[in-house]
Each structure stands twice: as structure tokens, then as C-alpha cells.
């Protein structure tokens, strides 16, 4: 079994609409867990570290099940700019693993 | 500041070549990271270097793939004999602390590796 895993999607949104993604993890020693951002052709950038049961930044949101191991992305108010690829990752033992990542289309 | 930068920006062989790849972390991260990313997929953990400790080389696919890291800073990807599956975006980052659970990474822009 993959240390990290995602549906690829992609998921189609309209403008406005609120999406969610989720990541399963194995592993239930992971430390810490985050959600990057991926443009086409661009290397990863951090969106949320998650660290406790969750967080929220505006408006985005993620939250950490350890009991069920998945984290999630919430984002509201879907812009055509979040369009990009979402890549979850965790840390444990000095090593980080990623997933494959979840491609999101915002359309107009 | 500066980010982690990576050189070259593409790189184009020949089936066969060896080719170096340059990783120049954020000044004062104590671990980096090298990554291989192939098209449309995730990040394929490479190698992973801590301070003045030994490397983490589990992810390394082949005994043709070895890194280096001097003085702590600056860190060289080597491939040797490249073959055509080794076609890739290699990604380094790096992160300020000595791995604790608040870890946070950076990742530089890459190098794309295409192998003829």
C-alpha cells in the first residue's frame, strides 16, 4: 500500500462552488501532514501544514482524522485561479511522502 | 530572501551520458531533499541529506543515481549512463529545522531531464 494516497480527478468545478479532496494515509505514527499547491510545470508550494485535527486559512480548510487516517482540502468560494494540481503529504521519521496528487479545473 | 534554486533549468542527453544536477538550498536549511517527479505523477523520494549525518539513500532507483552534499550547503545529483526512463523533472528542497514534526519544505524549480 502507497504511504500516501489520492483520487487523480480531476475534479470539475464551477466558479464559486465548494470542493473537497481527500488523502489517505498508512501509517498511524505520522507526525505531521500538509497540503501543497502544484501549477502546471512549477515545483510545489505550500498551501496548509497540518499539525493538530486541523486548520483553516481563509478560505481554505484542513482537517486531519487520525482514527479514520485521511486528511482533507476544503476550499470555498472556488476561484479560477485555485485551478492547479493538490499534492498531500505527511512527515514522519525525517522523511516526507507525497501522493499523487488531485488536478482541479475551475471553470467559469 | 533567496529561494532554493536549481541549475540547469532543462537539461537534453544523449541515452548513455552521465549528467550532474545542481541544488543550492535556502542558506541556513540543515536538510535537503531530492525528488523525481515524471509526468503527471507524484514525488518519487530520491534521497534525503541531515546535517553532517549519513544520507538517506533508500529511494535512489539504481546504483547509477548518487548525490553528494558539501559543506553542509550545496548538493550535486549525479546519473550515470542515463537511460530513457530517467526522463523527469528532478525537484530539490529543503527545510530549516533537523526534521522535528513542524517540518516544512521548499522546494526549488526544478531541473527537467530528458534523455534521447
Known amino acids: 500500500r502507497k504511504e500516501v494516497e489520492q483520487d487523480p480527478g480531476p475534479f470539475n468545478v464551477p466558479e464559486g462552488a465548494t470542493v473537497a479532496f481527500n488523502c489517505t494515509y498508512s501509517n498511524s505514527a505520522s507526525q505531521s501532514f500538509f497540503w501543497y499547491r502544484q501549477d502546471c510545470r512549477k515545483e510545489p508550494k505550500l498551501l496548509m501544514s497540518v499539525y493538530s485535527s486541523g486548520n483553516e486559512d481563509g478560505r481554505f480548510t484542513a482537517q486531519l482524522n487520525r482514527a479514520s487516517q485521511y486528511i482533507s482540502l476544503l476550499i470555498r468560494d472556488s476561484k479560477l485561479s485555485d485551478s492547479a494540481t493538490y499534492l498531500c503529504?505527511?512527515?514522519?521519521?525525517?522523511?516526507?511522502?507525497f501522493g499523487s496528487g488531485t488536478k482541479l479545473n475551475v471553470k467559469p | 530572501g533567496a529561494g532554493v534554486s536549481q541549475s540547469p533549468s532543462n537539461k537534453v542527453t544523449e541515452k548513455g551520458k552521465d549528467v550532474e544536477l545542481r541544488c543550492d538550498p535556502i542558506s541556513g536549511h540543515t536538510a535537503l531533499y531530492w525528488y523525481r517527479q515524471s509526468l503527471g505523477q507524484g514525488l518519487e523520494f530520491l534521497i534525503y541529506f541531515q546535517g553532517n549525518s549519513a544520507p538517506d539513500k533508500s529511494g535512489l532507483p539504481s546504483d547509477r543515481f548518487s548525490a553528494e552534499r558539501t559543506g553542509g550547503s550545496v548538493s550535486t545529483l549525479t546519473i550515470q549512463r542515463t537511460q530513457q526512463e530517467d526522463s523527469a523533472v528532478y525537484l530539490c528542497a529543503s527545510s530549516p529545522t533537523l526534521g522535528g514534526a513542524t517540518d516544512t519544505q521548499y522546494f526549488g524549480p526544478g531541473t527537467r531531464l530528458t534523455v534521447l
Open positions: 503529504g505527511k512527515y514522519n521519521f525525517n522523511k516526507f511522502y
